[in-house]
């Protein structure tokens, strides 16, 4: 069993629905976990870093942490076309030099 | 912003030739990453360092060296270049200082793509 699953889609959805992504992971004493998007010809960029359990949010995306699932999610909300691109979640292991990420989920949203 | 640059976005390279490839961040960041990226497998760590002349080896380091002389600097060579080495490589930093200490976020570069021929 690989440490972080993610399905990689495609995944295409209209323009304004709300978006599920998620990312299951097997080691309980992970704590740190992140959402990276990556534009086409990009270099990955931070959207979302949290801590342990529970929610957090920043506008139209909701990051959510199940503990006792080993279960991560990415919610975006009202999608927009420009929110087109590659969603890797990312477990911090230990420390920065320790994260496993996921093979990314492909996501088109169609206007 | 923090600004991770990477001195070329595309390279042609041909089989056995040595490559450097060149990545420099504005932040003083303590440790600075080389990933590739390839289709199917994802992001792989090939080294690390974590303070200048210091490095470590990630997941898959063989073929690879690097070289860290300046702490906003981090190189990556390719000693003899192969086709096996085709493929998107990314630079990374990141800060042990901050808010989540040596658990902080990794800030990336737009990568080089690289293909030997």
């Known amino acids: 069993q690989k440490e972080v699953e993610q399905d990689p889609g495609p995944l295409s959805v209209p323009e304004g629905a709300i978006v599920s992504l998620n990312c299951t992971y097997s080691n309980s004493a992970f704590q740190y976990f992140m959402w990276y998007r990556q534009y086409s010809r990009k270099g990955p960029e931070l959207l979302m870093y949290?801590?342990s359990s529970g929610n957090k949010e920043d506008g139209r995306f909701t990051a959510q942490v199940d503990k006792s699932s080993k279960y991560i999610s990415l919610f975006i909300r009202d999608s927009q076309p420009s929110d087109s691109a590659t969603y890797l979640c990312?477990?911090?292991?230990?420390?920065?030099?320790?994260?496993?990420w996921g093979l990314g989920t492909s996501l088109g949203v169609n206007p | 912003d923090v600004k991770v640059t990477q001195s070329s976005r595309y390279l042609v390279k041909r089989t056995g030739e040595k490559v450097f490839l060149e990545c420099v961040q504005d932040m003083d960041h303590e440790n600075m990453f080389w990933y590739r990226q390839d289709p199917g497998l994802g992001l792989r760590l090939i080294y690390f360092?974590?303070?200048?002349?210091?490095?470590e080896k990630g997941d898959i380091p063989e073929g690879y060296s690097v070289s860290r002389e300046k702490k906003e600097r981090f190189s990556l060579i390719l000693e003899s270049a192969s086709t096996n080495q085709t493929s998107m490589y990314l630079c990374?930093?990141?800060?042990?200082?901050?808010?989540?200490?040596?658990?902080?976020?990794?800030?990336f570069g737009n990568g080089t793509r690289l293909t030997v021929t």
């Open positions: 360092s974590y303070d200048v002349k210091m490095k």
């Open positions: 990374a930093s990141s800060s042990d200082r901050g808010r989540y200490g040596d658990n902080s976020p990794l800030h």
């Open positions: 990312a477990i911090n292991a230990g420390n920065n030099r320790k994260l496993i």
């Open positions: 949290t801590y």
